[in-house]
């Protein structure tokens, strides 16, 4: 399945994006948003279930970050609001046909079959 994300953006401290990513096909499974930092390694940010009932996401963004999905549209959301400029990244959006409960973990990235092409997120101080 190809991933298309979009929404990314230069935005100040405390404002606000959303972000889309786009499949061409339903793959049943999990969707996850992961960034990565210049010299950073890439982390993962959230995730949701086919169903969009369950979620995780890393602490530095729970409260202010919100994954969400529509599956008539195929297409995963990042609600992104307080943002700080330590959430500057380029952020990929990941999909895999596991569900929820197969290993590796969501938060793994190794678990994931298919990716975007990321999308920058630029947060000036």
């Known amino acids: 399945v190809q991933l298309q994300a979009s929404g990314g953006g230069l935005v100040q401290a405390g404002g606000s994006l959303r972000l889309s990513c786009a499949a061409s096909?339903?793959?049943?499974?999990?969707t996850g948003w992961f960034r990565q930092a210049p010299g950073k390694e890439r982390e993962f940010v959230a995730a949701?279930?086919?169903?969009?009932?369950?979620?995780n996401y890393l602490d530095s963004v729970k409260g202010r970050f919100t994954i969400s999905r529509d599956n008539a549209k195929i297409t995963v959301y990042l609600e992104m609001n307080s943002l700080k400029p330590e959430d500057t990244a380029v952020y990929y959006c990941a999909a895999r046909r596991s569900t929820w409960q197969r290993r590796p973990d969501v938060d793994d990235a190794s678990g994931y079959d298919s990716w975007g092409q990321g999308t920058q997120v630029t947060v000036s101080s």
């Open positions: 096909a339903r793959t049943f499974g999990t």
């Open positions: 949701i279930n086919w169903g969009g009932d369950i979620t």
